[in-house]
């Protein structure tokens, strides 16, 4: 239930959503951004939350909105389409990585799922995000969570997207442009080399010069008596 | 062994400097010289200039960081003698015998030399990209197929579809670097030296020009830039109006200088700018 009742007329809705654009606790987004706030207040009427868990809740990705993908995850586990809560599988590792997002159906009793793996990332483009590099098993398990809510439940996100698609389809997007800047795929090749590889050597005991180190000539002229 | 100087399209690989020298095709800094004005490249033809120190060092630097293993064959380290007195005349004299056609080069000059290839070979990319060069200072010419004139062009290195050109200096910075570029026209050279390499086939066309810049005095800087396709069409514009004005002063035999009659020289548009503002006339 909300906090705040919801309100019928548009105008006072608006002279609502003035006063708390003029609030200094809310999120930056919204701080002076009285059309914003009417959204949000929309947004919480129809949902049954609270005008500041809303705010706090979305993020505008390139100028759309979208909530984050634990929000959508806690409203789908507070909708009570589901029995208990979203829960996940997760099998391979690195390239093979795969995660399932499951949850049994409340009415029916029938288990529903969505599986995401590395495969679908790359196919997808995601992994043009950075995030798919460095924690690809959080990123897997919100796109997993996400799509089995929009296909199980999709009245929970109110048509909007998560902020963690909005990101991935803003990198899929910009990523052919990237992938066919050979200056941009050199670039990228040096975020290659630093990542940290797994050591099956031990390390050598002596400092050795760096392998891409060139070989000096020995320039020097000494058979010429000085 | 002489090598034929070649008059015709295509790659030569293994031509000496000297050789390329000789080569009948227009070169970047060929155009340079006709920009400035087609006397200054026939003056320049008919009266060739002395080798600087700066040349020399440039010349060392290239076979130091590009081709250390034959480097000994190009470049030498002149002894440290006190050529006042005759021992060391002496000594210097024999030295020189020794040198032959080598490039000379001071000992503090080898020191840097030394700091500047560990800086490019410890340099991520550029380290990279020396080492995986499969061609290193080939010579190349092609036929411009609008003034057919033969064109020519030596590319430091070709690393995988990158044209890489080494570049010493002593400011490597972002800055320092693209007022140099517009200096001495790299951005003629980037766009000429792709369309060349294209042409005869030594790349294929989405190759890219890149320049590793490496300073000569500590901490021995090393940067890598390349142009935008806007800048690489700026370029590409002057050393297509150069190739005509070349191709029209072979054809005509009449190679002009500075024009006769009297010219408006402005101010730099960014020093107009800086007095403008003071003025308020902006």
């Known amino acids: 239930m909300s906090d705040i009742q919801p309100l019928d007329r548009g105008k006072e809705l608006w002279n609502f959503a003035s006063a708390l654009s003029r609030s200094t606790i809310i999120p930056k987004a919204f701080q ?109 398990r919100y796109r997993a969570a996400t799509l089995l809510i929009r296909t199980s439940c999709p009245e929970v996100l109110l048509g909007m997207h998560t902020a963690d698609e909005l990101e991935d389809v803003r990198y899929a997007k910009a990523a052919p442009a990237m992938m066919d800047d050979p200056i941009a795929k050199l670039n990228a090749s040096i975020e290659e080399d630093e990542e940290p590889k797994e050591k099956d050597q031990p390390e050598p005991e002596e400092d050795l010069p760096p392998a891409t180190q060139t070989e000096l000539p020995e320039l020097q002229v000494d058979d010429i008596p000085f | 062994m002489t090598i034929e100087t070649p008059a015709i399209p295509g790659v030569f690989r293994g031509l000496p400097f ?107 990319l550029a380290g990279r990209l020396i080492n995986d060069a499969r061609e290193i200072e080939v010579s190349c010419q092609w036929k411009d197929e609008r003034t057919g004139t033969l064109c020519r062009c030596r590319p430091d290195a070709i690393s995988g579809n990158f044209i890489i050109d080494l570049k010493t200096t002593y400011d490597a910075s972002r800055h320092a670097f693209a007022s140099t570029l517009y200096k001495y026209r790299y951005h003629v050279q980037a766009a000429y030296y792709l369309d060349g390499c294209r042409e005869a086939g030594l790349v294929d066309q989405d190759a890219q020009f890149l320049f590793i810049a490496v300073e000569r005095k500590p901490p021995y800087g090393v940067a890598i830039y390349a142009l935008t396709s806007e800048d690489l069409d700026r370029g590409r514009f002057q050393y297509e109006r150069d190739l005509g004005r070349y191709a029209h002063c072979v054809k005509t035999g009449h190679w002009f200088g500075y024009t006769e009659s009297i010219d408006y020289c402005h101010l730099p548009f960014y020093a107009r700018k800086e007095i403008d503002a003071l003025t308020g006339n902006e």
């Open chain 1, 32 to 140: 002076g951004q009285p059309a914003n706030c009417f959204v949000a207040l929309d947004m919480a009427n129809r949902l049954g939350a609270s005008p500041m868990e809303i705010m706090q809740n979305v993020y505008v990705v390139h100028g759309t909105p979208g909530f984050s993908a634990k929000y959508a995850i806690g409203m789908a586990n507070k909708s009570g389409v589901f029995k208990g809560p979203i829960c996940f599988e997760e099998t391979g590792k690195g390239d093979n990585l795969s995660v399932t997002a499951y949850a049994i159906v409340r009415e029916t009793e029938q288990r529903v799922e969505f599986t995401c793996d590395m495969a679908m990332a790359r196919a997808e483009k995601w992994t043009s995000n950075p995030k798919y590099k460095t924690m690809p098993g959080l990123m897997l």
């Open chain 2, 18 to 124: 000297e050789q390329y020298l000789q080569m009948p095709g227009v070169s970047k800094h060929e155009l340079d010289l006709v920009s400035k004005s087609p006397a200054h490249y026939q003056a320049a033809k008919e009266n060739p200039t002395e080798v600087t120190a700066a040349m020399q060092f440039g010349t060392a630097a290239h076979a130091w960081i590009l081709e250390p293993k034959s480097a000994p064959d190009q470049v030498v380290v002149a002894p440290k003698v006190d050529r006042r007195t005759k021992a060391g005349k002496e000594a210097y004299a024999q030295f020189e015998m020794m040198a032959g056609n080598r490039v000379v080069i001071s000992d503090e000059d080898a020191r840097h030399l030394s700091k500047m290839s560990a800086a490019v070979g410890s340099h991520k």
